[in-house]
């Protein structure tokens, strides 16, 4: 079963308008972590966000700013004001703790993000 | 720092042939892990390792072989490659303690693999 979900397949935005990405998980763990990674098209992936089940406070850092709700089990990032280098596919991924799955990321099918001038 | 080093970037292979790609990283992480990536696709786990002589399968581990005999190290071996093994495939590291749990992964910059 697909424990990531992304729905978005590709968003094409103009420059300085915001890009939201939506990321759904399932997990039947009390203790799991979600990450973002920004892969652009040299290939590399950048880790981007941690964050634990236990820590729900959205944060904001610079363009970035991500927000994660429990209660329907999402972990969306959103992009304010985009940029041309913006352009790239993000994952977004779990690691379980508590299941077999302890350790390892599972990652989502990825979005590609389009950024034009 | 080098992080997570894979070997070769580039490689060709013909139907039938096996190759070794490498895998080293230096910031003493625990656990390793190779992924694949089809085109348009997310990254798929072949093995991963939790310490140097432990290995386990991850989803798509049919037709590869790993080894873990150092922290460092985490090949790949191919054995008859097949067309349906062409892909980018990803080394990755991380930390987990009890302490530390689930940090971040670090991939290296991937290998592409044809296989004609």
């Known amino acids: 079963a697909q424990k990531v979900t992304q729905a978005q397949t590709e968003i094409s935005v103009v420059e300085k308008e915001d890009v939201t990405l939506d990321c759904v998980y399932e997990t039947r763990d009390t203790t799991y972590y979600l990450f973002w990674y920004k892969q652009p098209p040299s290939g590399e992936l950048v880790f981007l966000i941690r964050r634990n089940s236990f820590d729900e406070q959205n944060e904001i850092s610079g363009r970035y700013s991500w927000n994660f709700q429990k209660s329907t089990s999402s972990f969306n990032f959103t992009i304010t004001a985009s940029q041309v280098v913006d352009s790239a596919v993000y994952f977004c991924a779990l690691s379980e703790e508590e299941t077999d799955s302890w350790g390892k990321f599972q990652f989502g099918a990825g979005t590609q993000v389009v950024v034009t001038p | 720092n080098a992080g997570v080093t894979q070997t070769p970037k580039f490689r060709i292979l013909k139907i039938g042939q096996s190759m070794t790609l490498q895998c080293a990283q230096d910031?003493?992480?625990?656990?390793m892990y190779w992924y694949r990536q089809d085109p348009g696709m997310g990254l798929k786990l072949i093995y991963y390792s939790v310490g140097a002589g432990i290995t386990d399968k991850g989803e798509v581990p049919n037709g590869y072989n790993v080894s873990r005999s150092t922290t460092e190290d985490f090949p790949l071996r191919l054995e008859l490659a097949a067309p349906s093994q062409t892909s980018v495939y990803f080394c990755?590291?991380?930390?987990?303690?009890?302490?530390?749990?689930?940090?971040?992964?670090?991939f290296g910059q991937g290998t592409r693999l044809t296989v004609v």
């Open positions: 990755a590291s991380s930390y987990s303690s009890r302490r530390a749990r689930n940090t971040e992964a670090f």
């Open positions: 910031m003493n992480h625990n656990y």
